[in-house]
Each structure stands twice: as C-alpha cells, then as structure tokens.
C-alpha cells in the first residue's frame, strides 16, 4: 500500500472511531474501503477486527469512569459473548472471499434499513430471554463481520433488556471488548491479521474513540446519520459492483 493510501486509512479510520461511538456501523465504512485499496477481504476483515478491540477499550473507558457501566450486571451477556463471537471468527477461515464480500454487502443494505426503521431513543420493558438470545448470536456475526453489530446490540439491549439508550451505547461498548478481542484472538491463530497496518489502525481507533466518547455525542445527530447512510449506501453499491464484475 502507499504512502498516500496510509494515510487516506488512518484518516479514515480516525473520523469514523470518533463517530462510532454514537452511530456504532465503523466497519460498514471502514472494511469495503480497505477493499478498494487491494487489501484482501479475509485479511481486512482481521486486521479491522484488531483495531475494533483497541477502538473498543479507548470508548469504554469515559464510560467506565462516568459509572455509566455496571461490569457485574453484564456478566452473563459477555459469557455469551465470548462464545458466540469465537464461533463467527472461525467461520471467516471457511468462507471464500467472494462470499465474503457478499456477506459484507447484504449487511450494508440491512442494517441502514435496519438504522432507518427503527423507533427513536427510548426504554422498554425488560425481556432478559430473548436479550440474551439476541445477544448470542449478534456476537456470532459479530465475530464474522461486525459491521452493525454494534449498533443493533444497542437497540437489542434497550428493546430487551430494559435499558435506557445512554446506558445502552455504554454496554454494548464494554461488551464489545470481549466480541473484538475473542475474535482478534482467533483471527491471530489463523494467521490472518497484517499486524503493522494494525498496529496503526489500533492507535487511531483507540485516540478516535476515547475522543468520541467524549464529543461525539454532543454533535448534531441528525445529520451524522445522513453522513453515515449515504456512505455506507454508496459504498455497498460499489462493493457489489465489484462482486459481480
């Protein structure tokens, strides 16, 4: 990759660890585009994968410190986690990379109708058994993908589990440790991740995020999902494109 690629990445990927922390989706953005730049799939979604853990940390620890985070009350959701992220990882070993792209796109298109359908910020009542199936397996596609994982584990933690939207964004976050670093962690057992491009990617993730956690949220939110939509749109429309060509 050149020099100018670099750098177009780690802007990139800076911008939209800051925005993540609110809208959740990075990888919907941040894995077609490393496409684009020749980086092949299985190895791209690996590499995302190892700077989503770091990006992770960097975002949960404003929450940690603002008491947003109850660790104990999310035990059992990061149990579930843990093994239904690893199961996802390993499937990507098994996958082509045609279908990988594939996978990739069809999970653009549904979670931007999925982002546009949903019912605004609010608490529901609390149906732990359907949150924890819920919980199990998003962390399957999680740990394949993860792009959108995030963002519907949101909307599932409010809708079953009762919590408010702020508590929520905070949780998943935590959650999303163990769902990036499980995954990582096989990814690294099969040889997957490029681990200088990593190294770079971690840094700017986790600076984005710990910003983020801290700004991002005061943004016109509006407007950052118009922002958001139309990227992830464009961007699956070219990553079909390039799928059927």
Do not use: C
Request: no cysteine; glycine share 10%.
């Amino acid at each position: 990759m050149s020099d100018l690629g670099l750098i177009i990445l780690v802007v990139l990927f800076f911008v939209t660890s800051i925005v993540g922390v609110v809208t959740g989706s990075n990888s919907l953005i941040t894995v077609p585009v490393m496409f684009q730049f020749g980086i092949e799939e299985k190895r791209a979604i690996a590499t995302n994968m190892f700077g989503l853990t770091f990006m992770a940390i960097g975002a949960t620890i404003p929450f940690i410190r603002q008491g947003k985070i109850e660790p104990r009350k999310l035990t059992p959701l990061i149990v579930l986690t843990v093994v239904g992220s690893a199961l996802g990882a390993m499937l990507v070993g098994y996958i082509t990379n045609q279908s990988i792209k594939l996978i990739v796109s069809i999970a653009m298109f549904v979670v931007v109708a999925f982002t546009l359908l949903r019912s605004g910020p609010g608490k529901s009542a609390s149906i732990p058994t359907v949150g924890y199936i819920a919980t199990f397996f998003l962390a399957i596609y999680g740990g394949l993908y993860s792009g959108g994982y995030v963002t519907i584990l949101t909307a599932a933690f409010v809708a079953f589990l009762g919590m408010d939207y702020a508590e929520s964004v905070g949780s998943t976050k935590f959650v999303n440790v163990f769902s990036s670093g499980v995954a990582t962690l096989v990814f690294v057992w099969q040889g997957l991740v490029d681990y200088r491009l990593g190294a770079i990617l971690a840094v700017t993730m986790f600076v984005g995020a710990y910003v983020g956690a801290h700004y991002a949220a005061k943004m016109n939110e509006v407007w950052l999902k118009r922002i958001f939509l139309a990227t992830v749109v464009l961007l699956a429309i070219k990553t079909l494109y390039d799928f059927a060509a």
